[in-house]
Nanobody
Framework: QLQLVESGGGLVEIGGSLKLSCVISGGSASTYAMAWFRQAPGEEREFVGRISSSGGHQYYSDSAKGRFTISRDNSQNTVYLQMNNLKPTDTALYYC???????????WGQGTQVTVSS
């Protein structure tokens, strides 16, 4: 059974950077497209960006574009979210999710908390 474990969250100042990791186990990472989502307190879950199974294609939300970068290392079964120039509005629980079908993202991690201090 596929499992995802996020790490790398923490407290950072405005304008700072963090790099989140999502380790994939129980399956072959190279067969899954991956995405990052986030959810702030009292808010709906929000799409951040996604990366193709090979890593050759990425797509970002408007709020992430230009500041966040998704990458992956399939040899390490890991997907990354590099976040730069962080803002208080980026404070949220960040989740990675996996998809290998048109049905969408069926496997989710538990999340890692990112807090940007103002």
């Amino acid at each position: 059974q596929l499992q995802l474990v996020e790490s790398g969250g923490g407290l950072v100042e405005i304008g700072g950077s963090l790099k989140l990791s999502c380790v994939i186990s129980g399956g072959s990472a190279s067969t899954y497209a991956m995405a990052w989502f986030r959810q702030a307190p009292g808010e709906e879950r929000e799409f951040v960006g996604r990366i193709s199974s090979s890593g050759g294609h990425q797509y970002y939300s408007d709020s992430a574009k230009g500041r966040f970068t998704i990458s992956r290392d399939n040899s390490q079964n890991t997907v990354y979210l590099q976040m730069n120039n962080l803002k208080p509005t980026d404070t949220a629980l960040y989740y990675c999710a996996a998809s290998n079908s048109p049905a969408g993202y069926g496997v989710w991690g538990q999340g890692t908390q990112v807090t940007v201090s103002s």
